[in-house]
């Protein structure tokens, strides 16, 4: 079993930033990939940043580059450092993370870019 938990939600005016972080109750050496979900209201839930084995990381269209996607093995946390926000990343975002062919879910942050 594990546990997810993401912070760092929030609201930020469009051109903003924000860090969201996952910490995980194992060692996340053990979760492989990890990643971040977001669901917008109306709107499916998509995949915004995955990281995998060595660190390999993929991202949408449509953050890439202004989204980071990283792993801190010390703290066992994952995060989401999210520049340039615009109002249409405002959505629910939720941390994923796969373990022995589980898939596993957070409870989600929201973020709402508005001015």
């Known amino acids: 079993q594990v546990q997810l938990v993401e912070s760092g939600g929030g609201l930020v005016q469009p051109g903003g930033s924000l860090r969201l972080s996952c910490a995980a109750s194992?060692?996340?050496?053990?979760?492989?990939?990890m990643g971040w979900y977001r669901q917008a209201p109306g709107k499916q839930r998509e995949l915004v940043a995955k990281?995998?084995?060595?660190?390999?990381?993929t991202y949408a269209d449509s953050v890439k580059g202004r989204f980071t996607i990283s792993r801190d093995y010390a703290n066992n946390t994952m995060y989401l450092q999210m520049n340039s926000l615009k109002s249409e990343d405002t959505a629910v975002y939720y941390c994923?993370?796969?373990?022995?062919?589980?898939?596993?879910w957070g409870q989600g942050t929201q973020v709402t870019v508005s001015s």
């Open positions: 994923h993370a796969m373990r022995g062919g589980i898939y596993y």
């Open positions: 194992r060692s996340i050496f053990s979760l492989n990939p």
């Open positions: 990281i995998a084995n060595s660190d390999f990381t």
